[in-house]
């Protein structure tokens, strides 16, 4: 390759200093809210440390200054076309973006005005236009146009037209007029569908306005192969033009593409005819009175869109599952996660084993978030348990006036570790009563759950119900231990006592006492808070369907506050009957028995004693047992072939990634993501691998000779 001499130090510092002053022209002044957005989430790199990367790749030294060659630019320092037979003038095309003066060779000045480029909110278009403007002089001629385009793989499968009413428009008449950044932005958005269009008229070769359903596939894979998923691509020819027939008219290409185009906005409709239900499968009539508000999304392309979802599962809905195998440039994300594990490769192999394992794994799962939650929440839980064993029928039992009370004076007399008396058996306990709780809540809605993913709400409270009782057997010994120690502090003459003495004077049978009434509360609160936690979820949910932290917490803490307020007379009844009567207090044979007596010596009021104290200690306890359960479920994933958590999944256009490479410093961080970008992004595909000789062409690149085959 014949290099031209470098210019001057000053050449080049008065050349960076004009690409500096078209950059804040261009975006400064243009798009000042997305730079300033931009710029908080991509720091650009230190001059200094950019110098020490520069000249770690610069091999060429003139007049005592370095420079990198255009190769060691792309294949070393960005690490693209590493293969042994790559193109040479692909390597030379994308290269040229960054050296301004067009001499074959990128200085230090160069290289940091590139990276301020990649470090735009608009890098892509401003690489694209870059890389189009082969002179440097800040506008694209046609001839520049066709230079670059012309070398693409999309021309060379279609040829593109230079002389059609497109160009002209854009470049006028005699095809003189350059055009400016904006300008060739709006250009290139609009190529591609013009290219479509001159291949569909290139294929239509009888004027009839219909194409094979053949050539119709060959358009979508060489135009629009960017655009198209392996799935679409698999049933193109199958789906072409709706109709046994396979003809493609021009108004079903058309609107295949725009379908295509418009695929964010077909989320968007199922969101809100599903009211965020991601499980939901709609019928076309539903699709189409939700999409009568958006006017870009035609008839034609909801039947191409049932059309393709129905080459697979032909029930005449579609899911959000179907939409996702269509959509382009999408991405499923499962935030936070750290481990993701296939168990199986698909649902029908979720056999007996398998879903014991997923089983095992929620109880896992729940049994950590139940410790996380119990623990947050303790202190309020006892001073809950002690205003509720209050027996205010005798003189001087009275102790606490109301639950700020009651935790001053506990802090006062017993210390801080008195506000966690009782906290170890509560996290043996807890931890297994919240794990079967959510495990049972959860086997139970999906064994009820119908094929395309929905439950009814008297099924949803069922399930609750169902969790509720299952938890009782195994928590009712554990939480009459915890109650006994946690008012075993409140007479300073009374002896220390352990969970091990509480076990040997209870005995078995003492350990279910109160079981009843444990019965009483469990089951109503479950029913109430499980339906209650997954509706708000829904409501909580963005408009893609997912949950955020906060909205997780949200949605427990609020569905916390019917279930444990309307439960707080069995909780009452539940503590008397399995806390130890001291001398002269009123002593109870069951659940009836002591519901008598409390109205009777105490009023209706008494029922509800500590029932602040029990919202304020369950509503934040369910909050932090719910959110740290779904995101341990999104942190360490096992797909076991069943239901997801609703709301973990994120749909999100794919965008540029960030690279680990040391070197890569600002704006370089998302340099490779932005070089193969053009590609995903405007389809502008160039040869990878150098072409046998005898295909060679005379294709001029700037700032080197003219190859010739």
Not at 49 to 76: G, P, Q, S
Not at 147 to 172: A, C, P
Not at 564 to 587: F, H
Request: charged share 20%.
């Amino acid at each position: 390759m014949d290099i031209m001499a470098a210019p001057s130090r000053d050449n080049r510092l008065s050349l960076f200093n004009q690409v500096v002053k078209f950059q804040s022209l261009v975006r400064g002044k243009l798009l000042p809210t997305a730079l300033c957005e931009f710029d908080a989430a991509l720091r650009r790199a230190d001059p200094d440390a950019l110098k020490e990367v520069f000249l770690k790749y610069a091999t060429v030294v003139r007049d005592d200054e370095h420079f990198i060659t255009r190769e060691d630019f792309v294949r070393h320092f960005l690490c693209l076309h590493t293969e042994e037979n790559y193109n040479r003038e692909t390597v030379n095309f994308l290269a040229s973006a960054a050296d301004y003066t067009k001499d074959g060779l990128i200085s230090f000045e160069e290289f940091h005005a590139f990276e301020s480029v990649l470090s735009a909110p608009d890098a892509m278009y401003l690489f694209a236009f870059q890389l189009f403007d082969t002179n440097g002089s800040g506008f694209v001629s046609f001839d520049e146009f066709e230079e670059i385009f012309m070398h693409t793989d999309l021309h060379k499968e279609v040829q593109f037209n230079f002389d059609s009413n497109f160009i002209r428009l854009h470049f006028g008449k005699d095809k003189k007029k350059v055009i400016t950044y904006l300008e060739f932005s709006q250009l290139l958005h609009d190529m591609l569908e013009e290219h479509a269009v001159q291949a569909f008229q290139q294929h239509d070769r009888s004027n009839s306005g219909q194409i094979t359903a053949l050539d119709f596939a060959h358009i979508m894979k060489s135009i629009k192969s960017h655009l198209i998923t392996p799935y679409v691509k698999e049933h193109l020819v199958s789906v072409a033009g709706g109709s046994t027939a396979h003809l493609v008219s021009f108004q079903y290409f058309t609107a295949f593409n725009s379908l295509l185009n418009n695929m964010e906005l077909v989320k968007k409709i199922y969101t809100t005819a599903s009211h965020g239900n991601l499980h939901a499968e709609l019928t076309k009539d539903e699709f189409l009175h939700n999409a009568q508000m958006f006017t870009q999304v035609t008839p034609l392309e909801i039947e191409i869109l049932f059309h393709l979802a129905q080459q697979q599962h032909p029930t005449g809905r579609v899911s959000y599952a179907d939409i996702m195998k269509i959509a382009p440039l999408v991405v499923e994300k499962m935030p936070y996660s750290l481990i993701a594990v296939q168990a199986v490769s698909d649902p029908s192999e979720r056999g007996f084993l398998i879903q014991t394992l997923e089983s095992a794994y929620r109880f896992t799962l729940g049994a950590i978030a139940g410790a996380v939650g119990a623990t947050a929440v303790y202190p309020i839980d006892l001073v809950k348990t002690r205003l509720q064993n209050q027996r205010s029928a005798f003189v001087g039992e009275v102790m606490y006036k109301n639950s700020f009370d009651c935790f001053r004076k506990v802090l006062r007399h017993e210390g801080l570790r008195g506000l966690y008396r009782g906290l170890l058996p509560q996290l043996v306990g807890v931890a297994p009563e919240k794990a079967i709780k959510l495990t049972m809540n959860d086997l139970v809605r999906d064994k009820l759950r119908s094929l395309n993913g929905e439950i009814s709400f008297v099924e949803e409270v069922f399930a609750g119900a169902t969790a509720g009782a299952s938890q009782v057997m195994f928590t009712n010994p554990l939480e009459i231990v915890k109650i006994r120690l946690q008012v075993a502090g409140e007479l300073r003459s009374q002896a220390r006592i352990g969970a091990i003495s509480v076990v040997k004077e209870l005995g078995f049978l003492g350990l279910y006492k109160g079981a009843r009434a444990c019965f009483l509360r469990d089951i109503p609160f479950s029913a109430i808070y499980f339906p209650t936690y997954a509706h708000g979820k829904v409501l909580l949910a963005d408009e893609n369907g997912h949950n955020a932290p906060w909205s997780l917490f949200t949605a427990g803490l609020l569905a916390g506050i019917p279930s444990a307020s309307l439960t707080t007379p069995a909780d009452v009844i539940k503590t008397r009957l399995q806390v130890a009567a001291r001398a002269g207090q009123t002593t109870y044979t069951g659940v009836i028995d002591c519901f008598r007596k409390i109205l009777k010596e105490e009023g209706g009021r008494a029922l509800w004693k500590g029932a602040p104290a029990r919202v304020f200690r369950s509503s934040p306890q369910f909050g932090v047992t719910l959110v740290t359960y779904e995101l341990l479920q999104r942190m360490f994933y096992v797909d076991f072939g069943g239901s997801r958590p609703t709301g973990s999944d994120v749909m999100e256009p794919v965008g540029p990634s960030e690279s680990r490479n040391p070197d890569h410093l600002g704006g370089y961080r998302l340099g490779a993501a932005v070089f193969t970008g053009i590609e995903s992004k405007f389809g502008l595909l160039f040869p990878k691998f150098e072409q046998p000789r005898t295909s060679r062409t005379n294709v001029r690149i700037p700032g080197a000779q003219t190859l010739v085959g």
